[in-house]
Protein backbone atom coordinates (compact mmCIF):
# COMPACT_ATOMS: atom_id res chain seq x y z
CA UNK A 1 0.00 0.00 0.00
CA UNK A 2 0.94 3.40 -0.64
CA UNK A 3 2.60 6.23 1.99
CA UNK A 4 0.06 8.22 2.75
CA UNK A 5 1.15 11.91 2.51
CA UNK A 6 -0.48 15.24 3.63
CA UNK A 7 -0.13 18.46 2.03
CA UNK A 8 -0.22 21.66 3.15
CA UNK A 9 -2.14 24.39 1.27
CA UNK A 10 -3.13 28.13 2.52
CA UNK A 11 -4.76 30.51 0.62
CA UNK A 12 -6.38 33.95 1.31
CA UNK A 13 -7.92 35.37 -1.18
CA UNK A 14 -6.59 33.89 -3.94
CA UNK A 15 -7.03 34.53 -7.55
CA UNK A 16 -9.32 32.14 -8.71
CA UNK A 17 -8.13 30.72 -11.80
CA UNK A 18 -4.72 30.34 -9.91
CA UNK A 19 -6.53 28.30 -7.11
CA UNK A 20 -8.53 26.29 -9.66
CA UNK A 21 -5.36 25.64 -11.51
CA UNK A 22 -3.20 24.78 -8.58
CA UNK A 23 -5.70 22.37 -6.85
CA UNK A 24 -6.27 20.24 -10.04
CA UNK A 25 -2.98 19.89 -10.40
CA UNK A 26 -2.45 19.01 -7.17
CA UNK A 27 -5.95 15.82 -7.55
CA UNK A 28 -4.18 15.07 -10.81
CA UNK A 29 -0.94 14.08 -9.45
CA UNK A 30 0.45 10.43 -10.67
CA UNK A 31 0.84 9.72 -6.56
CA UNK A 32 -2.51 9.46 -5.55
CA UNK A 33 -2.44 8.47 -1.78
CA UNK A 34 -2.67 11.88 0.29
CA UNK A 35 -4.34 14.39 2.02
CA UNK A 36 -4.88 18.13 0.65
CA UNK A 37 -5.69 20.00 3.76
CA UNK A 38 -6.40 23.19 2.94
CA UNK A 39 -6.43 26.37 5.40
CA UNK A 40 -8.12 29.71 4.44
CA UNK A 41 -7.38 32.70 6.54
CA UNK A 42 -10.58 34.55 6.55
CA UNK A 43 -10.47 35.73 2.93
CA UNK A 44 -12.77 38.36 1.84
CA UNK A 45 -13.37 37.15 -1.32
CA UNK A 46 -16.58 35.11 -1.07
CA UNK A 47 -15.78 33.67 -4.14
CA UNK A 48 -12.71 32.49 -3.28
CA UNK A 49 -14.41 30.29 -0.23
CA UNK A 50 -17.11 29.19 -2.41
CA UNK A 51 -14.47 27.48 -4.77
CA UNK A 52 -13.00 25.94 -2.02
CA UNK A 53 -16.21 24.01 -0.75
CA UNK A 54 -16.87 22.84 -4.13
CA UNK A 55 -13.72 21.16 -4.57
CA UNK A 56 -14.36 19.92 -0.94
CA UNK A 57 -17.56 18.17 -1.95
CA UNK A 58 -15.98 16.55 -4.95
CA UNK A 59 -12.80 15.41 -3.70
CA UNK A 60 -12.82 13.36 0.10
CA UNK A 61 -8.96 13.82 0.05
CA UNK A 62 -9.56 17.41 0.43
CA UNK A 63 -10.31 18.71 4.39
CA UNK A 64 -11.13 22.56 4.45
CA UNK A 65 -10.50 24.64 7.50
CA UNK A 66 -11.59 28.08 7.33
CA UNK A 67 -9.88 30.58 10.01
CA UNK A 68 -12.74 32.89 11.86
CA UNK A 69 -9.80 35.94 11.77
CA UNK A 70 -7.03 36.49 9.59
CA UNK A 71 -3.80 34.92 11.33
CA UNK A 72 -1.00 35.62 8.87
CA UNK A 73 1.09 33.56 6.84
CA UNK A 74 3.11 31.59 9.14
CA UNK A 75 0.40 31.07 11.78
CA UNK A 76 -1.71 29.54 8.74
CA UNK A 77 0.82 27.21 7.55
CA UNK A 78 1.99 26.28 11.74
CA UNK A 79 -1.92 25.37 12.15
CA UNK A 80 -2.37 23.39 9.42
CA UNK A 81 0.84 21.89 10.26
CA UNK A 82 -0.38 20.86 13.85
CA UNK A 83 -3.43 19.44 11.42
CA UNK A 84 -0.77 16.80 10.05
CA UNK A 85 -0.34 13.70 10.70
CA UNK A 86 1.55 11.78 7.89
CA UNK A 87 4.83 10.49 7.70
CA UNK A 88 5.80 13.04 4.88
CA UNK A 89 4.24 16.40 4.39
CA UNK A 90 4.61 18.71 1.57
CA UNK A 91 3.90 22.70 1.07
CA UNK A 92 1.72 23.89 -1.43
CA UNK A 93 1.85 27.29 -2.10
CA UNK A 94 -2.07 28.47 -3.20
CA UNK A 95 -1.03 29.66 -6.77
CA UNK A 96 1.94 27.71 -8.47
CA UNK A 97 1.14 24.57 -10.64
CA UNK A 98 2.55 20.87 -9.97
CA UNK A 99 3.26 19.00 -12.47
CA UNK A 100 2.14 15.92 -12.78
CA UNK A 101 4.76 13.62 -10.85
CA UNK A 102 6.15 15.96 -8.11
CA UNK A 103 5.00 14.29 -5.05
CA UNK A 104 5.97 10.60 -6.71
CA UNK A 105 9.37 12.07 -7.50
CA UNK A 106 9.87 13.84 -4.09
CA UNK A 107 8.65 10.61 -1.99
CA UNK A 108 11.07 8.35 -3.59
CA UNK A 109 13.53 10.95 -3.23
CA UNK A 110 13.44 11.43 0.26
CA UNK A 111 13.24 7.99 1.08
CA UNK A 112 15.91 6.46 -1.47
CA UNK A 113 18.09 9.01 0.38
CA UNK A 114 16.65 8.35 3.67
CA UNK A 115 17.00 12.24 4.70
CA UNK A 116 14.85 14.81 6.58
CA UNK A 117 13.97 16.95 3.58
CA UNK A 118 14.20 17.32 -0.34
CA UNK A 119 13.31 20.07 -2.04
CA UNK A 120 12.88 20.50 -6.16
CA UNK A 121 14.03 23.17 -8.60
CA UNK A 122 10.96 24.94 -10.50
CA UNK A 123 10.44 26.71 -13.89
CA UNK A 124 9.68 30.19 -13.19
CA UNK A 125 6.43 31.43 -14.36
CA UNK A 126 4.25 34.60 -15.11
CA UNK A 127 0.85 35.63 -14.43
CA UNK A 128 -0.44 33.53 -17.44
CA UNK A 129 1.33 30.25 -16.38
CA UNK A 130 4.19 30.98 -19.23
CA UNK A 131 7.35 29.74 -18.28
CA UNK A 132 9.91 33.11 -18.16
CA UNK A 133 13.03 31.20 -16.33
CA UNK A 134 13.19 27.53 -16.99
CA UNK A 135 15.69 26.59 -13.81
CA UNK A 136 14.96 28.36 -10.45
CA UNK A 137 18.34 27.11 -8.93
CA UNK A 138 20.19 28.53 -11.38
CA UNK A 139 18.00 32.12 -11.96
CA UNK A 140 18.17 32.07 -7.87
CA UNK A 141 21.61 30.71 -7.01
CA UNK A 142 19.67 28.43 -4.85
CA UNK A 143 22.24 26.57 -2.46
CA UNK A 144 22.38 23.30 -3.55
CA UNK A 145 22.76 20.76 -0.40
CA UNK A 146 23.68 17.28 -0.50
CA UNK A 147 23.81 15.60 3.69
CA UNK A 148 24.60 18.37 6.09
CA UNK A 149 25.71 21.71 5.03
CA UNK A 150 26.77 25.03 6.76
CA UNK A 151 24.35 26.91 4.20
CA UNK A 152 21.25 25.25 5.73
CA UNK A 153 22.44 27.52 9.00
CA UNK A 154 23.19 30.54 7.19
CA UNK A 155 20.62 30.64 4.21
CA UNK A 156 16.81 29.66 3.25
CA UNK A 157 17.87 26.11 1.84
CA UNK A 158 14.76 25.72 -0.90
CA UNK A 159 11.24 27.46 -1.58
CA UNK A 160 8.20 25.94 0.92
CA UNK A 161 6.53 25.03 -2.14
CA UNK A 162 9.40 22.43 -3.37
CA UNK A 163 9.70 20.67 -0.24
CA UNK A 164 9.08 17.55 1.48
CA UNK A 165 9.89 17.02 5.16
CA UNK A 166 9.42 14.28 7.67
CA UNK A 167 6.97 14.01 10.32
CA UNK A 168 10.36 14.37 12.91
CA UNK A 169 11.39 17.84 11.69
CA UNK A 170 7.37 18.76 11.79
CA UNK A 171 7.32 17.85 15.14
CA UNK A 172 10.71 19.55 16.13
CA UNK A 173 9.17 23.27 14.20
CA UNK A 174 6.24 23.29 16.73
CA UNK A 175 4.83 25.06 18.05
CA UNK A 176 6.04 27.85 16.43
CA UNK A 177 8.10 30.46 18.82
CA UNK A 178 7.60 34.14 18.32
CA UNK A 179 11.41 34.18 16.32
CA UNK A 180 10.04 31.97 13.02
CA UNK A 181 10.16 34.61 10.07
CA UNK A 182 10.07 31.37 7.24
CA UNK A 183 8.87 27.64 7.65
CA UNK A 184 10.76 26.74 4.93
CA UNK A 185 13.87 27.85 6.30
CA UNK A 186 13.15 26.70 9.52
CA UNK A 187 11.95 23.24 7.53
CA UNK A 188 15.77 22.89 5.86
CA UNK A 189 17.58 24.12 8.95
CA UNK A 190 16.14 21.37 11.48
CA UNK A 191 16.53 18.82 8.72
CA UNK A 192 20.27 20.14 8.76
CA UNK A 193 20.53 18.65 12.51
CA UNK A 194 18.58 15.34 11.61
CA UNK A 195 19.21 13.35 9.23
CA UNK A 196 19.99 15.53 6.16
CA UNK A 197 18.58 17.58 3.15
CA UNK A 198 18.82 16.31 -0.28
CA UNK A 199 17.29 18.09 -3.70
CA UNK A 200 16.11 17.20 -7.08
CA UNK A 201 17.53 19.09 -10.11
CA UNK A 202 14.52 18.91 -11.92
CA UNK A 203 11.88 21.26 -12.09
CA UNK A 204 8.65 19.76 -10.66
CA UNK A 205 6.37 22.48 -10.57
CA UNK A 206 5.53 26.26 -11.69
CA UNK A 207 6.30 29.13 -9.33
CA UNK A 208 4.72 31.82 -10.24
CA UNK A 209 5.53 35.02 -10.18
CA UNK A 210 2.77 38.24 -10.24
CA UNK A 211 2.47 41.44 -8.50
CA UNK A 212 1.08 39.37 -5.04
CA UNK A 213 3.89 37.29 -4.41
CA UNK A 214 4.50 37.45 -0.56
CA UNK A 215 7.84 36.07 -0.63
CA UNK A 216 10.31 35.59 -3.33
CA UNK A 217 10.73 35.04 -6.63
CA UNK A 218 11.97 38.65 -7.14
CA UNK A 219 15.56 39.30 -8.00
CA UNK A 220 17.45 42.41 -6.56
CA UNK A 221 16.55 44.73 -9.44
CA UNK A 222 12.96 44.16 -9.00
CA UNK A 223 12.95 44.48 -5.46
CA UNK A 224 15.30 47.60 -5.30
CA UNK A 225 12.72 49.01 -8.14
CA UNK A 226 9.95 48.96 -5.57
CA UNK A 227 12.17 50.27 -3.24
CA UNK A 228 12.87 53.38 -4.81
CA UNK A 229 9.39 54.05 -6.15
CA UNK A 230 8.27 54.27 -2.57
CA UNK A 231 11.52 55.29 -0.99
CA UNK A 232 13.75 57.51 -3.14
CA UNK A 233 17.20 57.40 -4.23
CA UNK A 234 19.34 58.94 -2.07
CA UNK A 235 21.83 56.98 -0.17
CA UNK A 236 20.48 57.11 2.84
CA UNK A 237 17.19 55.75 1.74
CA UNK A 238 19.34 52.95 0.04
CA UNK A 239 21.74 52.31 3.77
CA UNK A 240 17.96 51.56 5.23
CA UNK A 241 16.96 49.27 2.33
CA UNK A 242 20.53 47.40 2.86
CA UNK A 243 19.94 47.15 6.48
CA UNK A 244 16.24 46.50 6.96
CA UNK A 245 15.22 44.65 3.83
CA UNK A 246 18.52 42.88 3.30
CA UNK A 247 20.81 42.48 6.11
CA UNK A 248 17.97 42.49 8.93
CA UNK A 249 14.92 40.45 7.36
CA UNK A 250 16.98 38.12 4.97
CA UNK A 251 19.85 37.02 7.31
CA UNK A 252 20.22 38.34 10.82
CA UNK A 253 16.18 37.40 11.53
CA UNK A 254 17.03 34.08 9.81
CA UNK A 255 20.00 33.61 12.06
CA UNK A 256 18.31 34.27 14.96
CA UNK A 257 15.14 32.08 14.41
CA UNK A 258 17.88 29.10 13.86
CA UNK A 259 20.07 29.87 17.15
CA UNK A 260 16.69 29.41 19.27
CA UNK A 261 16.15 25.99 17.60
CA UNK A 262 19.18 24.43 17.93
CA UNK A 263 20.04 21.91 19.60
CA UNK A 264 23.63 21.07 18.47
CA UNK A 265 26.66 22.97 20.29
CA UNK A 266 28.36 23.66 17.21
CA UNK A 267 26.04 24.98 15.44
CA UNK A 268 25.20 27.27 18.52
CA UNK A 269 28.20 28.85 18.42
CA UNK A 270 28.37 29.16 14.70
CA UNK A 271 25.02 30.82 15.06
CA UNK A 272 26.25 33.01 17.60
CA UNK A 273 29.26 34.34 15.69
CA UNK A 274 27.01 34.91 12.24
CA UNK A 275 24.88 37.33 14.49
CA UNK A 276 27.93 39.10 15.57
CA UNK A 277 28.90 39.74 11.79
CA UNK A 278 25.65 40.95 10.67
CA UNK A 279 25.52 43.35 13.53
CA UNK A 280 28.48 44.74 12.34
CA UNK A 281 27.86 44.90 8.78
CA UNK A 282 24.39 46.81 9.96
CA UNK A 283 26.43 49.99 11.02
CA UNK A 284 28.73 50.05 8.14
CA UNK A 285 27.77 53.24 5.76
CA UNK A 286 30.73 52.91 3.53
CA UNK A 287 33.07 49.82 3.69
CA UNK A 288 33.14 46.74 5.78
CA UNK A 289 36.94 45.39 5.77
CA UNK A 290 35.83 41.87 6.83
CA UNK A 291 35.56 39.86 4.16
CA UNK A 292 37.06 36.71 5.53
CA UNK A 293 34.05 36.41 7.41
CA UNK A 294 31.70 36.22 4.77
CA UNK A 295 33.28 32.96 3.24
CA UNK A 296 33.15 31.39 6.64
CA UNK A 297 29.17 31.85 6.53
CA UNK A 298 27.89 31.86 3.07
CA UNK A 299 30.05 30.85 0.37
CA UNK A 300 28.88 27.67 -1.01
CA UNK A 301 28.35 25.42 -4.44
CA UNK A 302 25.71 27.13 -6.82
CA UNK A 303 26.13 30.74 -5.62
CA UNK A 304 28.76 32.56 -7.47
CA UNK A 305 26.77 35.15 -8.85
CA UNK A 306 24.35 35.44 -5.45
CA UNK A 307 27.85 35.87 -3.57
CA UNK A 308 29.23 38.86 -5.88
CA UNK A 309 26.31 40.92 -5.15
CA UNK A 310 26.20 40.07 -1.61
CA UNK A 311 29.53 41.17 -1.36
CA UNK A 312 28.97 44.33 -2.85
CA UNK A 313 26.12 45.00 -0.86
CA UNK A 314 27.83 44.05 2.55
CA UNK A 315 31.12 44.85 2.64
CA UNK A 316 31.19 47.96 0.07
CA UNK A 317 27.67 49.72 0.41
CA UNK A 318 28.85 52.90 -1.54
CA UNK A 319 29.51 50.72 -4.35
CA UNK A 320 26.46 48.80 -3.94
CA UNK A 321 24.11 52.43 -4.45
CA UNK A 322 26.72 53.43 -7.16
CA UNK A 323 25.92 49.58 -8.75
CA UNK A 324 22.58 49.01 -8.16
CA UNK A 325 20.90 52.82 -7.55
CA UNK A 326 22.61 55.44 -9.27
Known sequence: MQEEIDILLTTYNTEIEYLKQQIESILNQTYQNFRLLISDDDSTKKEVKAILEEYQKQDNRITLYRQ??????????????????????????????????????????????????????????????????????????????????????????????????????????????DVVIAHDWLAAFIANEGKGISYIEEPLFGYRLHNRNVFGGRNLVQNLGKWKEENGTSYQSYLKYRKEKVIDKAYLDGAKMCLSYTSNTENKKFLEDMIKYYESLRTSKYVNIHFFQYFRFLAGKNLAKKMIKEMIIFHLPILGYLVFIS
Open 68 to 177: EKNLGYNKNFEFLLKQASAKYIMFADHDDIWYAEKIEKSLEKIKKEDVDLVYCNSHQINKNGQIIQRNYFQYKNVPLVQGKDKLAISRCVGIGCSQIITDTVRNKMLPFK
